[in-house]
């Protein structure tokens, strides 16, 4: 199947390290990325993963285990700008063959308070 | 200048009228996608489009039909539009280069708020 789960709501406060949790169960798999949608907007790109480990750009990293369908966004020094809704989103072979499409989850809305 | 965008922002239509959203990119992209977003849900997968003659249903491709003009276009058309066609629809676009073909990332449009009565 292509479930992709990842809690729907989660809260931190300022400061604080806050770990977002992605599970999914794909054939296909090929990479894994993370996106950040502010309310209204549009998502924008925030990582990816195809191979196992964590990945790190400043305040945010991305880990994946392939073996375990599992992947997480680490988000450390929450700023209340971090307060958004983040995707999930695999990349996969589609069944007949031939490129890769991107597959969402229905995103976590994490909500940082004072 | 953004490099995606779509028109119009907002649209509000009745039943059984038909509508068109277009999507513009100036990032040479050959992937162009469209996607609907419900509150709650997440991206859903429409159509998708890999260059100019190639064309693909996504997840939910029902009441939906595309046309991509050219690269740098790639419009969509609700033939006869149903209130549950309410949704914030994104197009978004993604490079294939030679030897990165597993890394797509998406640039996405700033979204249609389509309404419809």
């Known amino acids: 199947g292509q479930n992709i789960d990842q809690p729907t709501e989660m809260t931190a406060t300022e400061g604080a390290i806050v770990q977002i949790n992605c599970t999914y169960q794909?054939?296909?798999?090929?990479?894994l990325f993370w996106y950040q949608q502010h309310a209204g907007e549009a998502p924008t790109f925030l990582s990816y993963?195809?191979?196992?480990g964590l990945e790190e750009k400043g305040r945010f990293s991305s880990f994946l285990s392939r073996s375990k369908g599992y992947s997480y966004l680490l988000l450390k020094e929450l700023q209340m700008k971090d307060s958004a809704s983040y995707l999930c989103a695999v990349s996969l072979t589609p069944p007949s063959g031939g490129s890769y499409i991107p597959t969402f989850g229905r995103g976590t809305s994490l909500i940082v308070h004072p | 200048d953004a490099d995606v965008t779509q028109t119009p922002r907002n649209r509000i239509t009745k039943t059984g009228k038909r509508i068109m959203l277009e999507c513009s990119q100036t990032k040479g992209h050959d992937r162009m996608y469209w996607y609907r977003q419900d509150p709650g849900l997440g991206l859903q997968l429409i159509y998708y489009?890999?260059?100019?003659?190639?064309?693909n249903k996504g997840e939910i491709s029902d009441g939906y039909s595309v046309s991509r003009q050219a690269q740098a276009k790639f419009s969509l058309s609700l033939e006869s539009a149903i209130p549950n066609q309410t949704a914030l629809y994104f197009c978004?676009?993604?490079?294939?280069?030679?030897?990165?073909?597993?890394?797509?990332?998406?640039?996405f449009g700033p979204g249609t708020r389509l309404t419809v009565l």
């Open positions: 993963n195809v191979l196992d």
């Open positions: 978004a676009t993604s490079d294939s280069p030679v030897g990165r073909e597993l890394y797509n990332e998406q640039f």
């Open positions: 794909t054939s296909g798999f090929n990479g």
């Open positions: 489009s890999f260059d100019v003659k190639d064309i």
